[in-house]
C-alpha cells in the first residue's frame, strides 16, 4: 500500500507499507508485491505460512453479509488464509505459498519458508 497523501510523482520507498502491518519498505526489509500496488513484509509472510502451511490455522470465515478477497490476487476467498491482527487484509493460501516462492529465491535476501519445528 501507499502512505496516504504521498505525491506520487516524488514517492520514496519508506513511501510505500506493508499492508499487513504496516511497516515501511527499506532496503533491508523485503516485500513481495500484489495487483494494485499491495504489499506483504516478510515478517508477516513468515507468520502467514506458519500460521496457515505448518499449523494449519486459517481465518475465521467472513460473515455471510460480506466476502473477503485476498489483498494481494484481489479474488474471492475460498481456500485458508491469513488475517492480518491489525488490519481488515487478508491473504490467501495460493498468494501465501506464491511469495514464499517468490522472496525464498531473491537472492539479495537470505528468507526461507519457514519449515516445522524439530
Excluded at 5 to 24: V, W
Excluded at 72 to 99: E, G, M, Y
Aim: with cysteine; charged share 20%; net charge negative.
Amino acid at each position: 500500500m501507499q502512505r496516504p497523501g504521498i505525491n506520487p510523482e516524488h514517492a520514496e520507498m519508506s513511501d510505500f507499507l506493508c499492508d499487513f502491518c504496516r511497516q515501511e519498505w527499506t532496503a533491508a526489509i523485503p516485500m513481495v508485491e500484489g495487483h494494485r500496488g499491495s504489499l506483504i513484509c516478510a515478517s508477516c509472510l513468515t507468520i502467514a505460512y506458519t500460521d496457515v502451511f505448518l499449523l494449519n490455522l486459517d481465518a475465521a470465515p467472513a460473515p455471510a453479509t460480506a466476502t473477503s478477497t485476498c489483498t494481494l490476487c484481489l479474488q474471492d476467498i475460498s481456500t485458508p488464509s491469513w488475517k492480518s491482527p491489525d488490519h481488515a487484509c487478508f491473504i490467501c493460501k495460493k498468494c501465501i505459498n506464491h511469495a514464499a516462492s517468490v522472496l525464498a529465491k531473491d537472492p539479495d535476501f537470505n528468507w526461507k519458508k519457514p519449515s516445522p519445528a524439530k
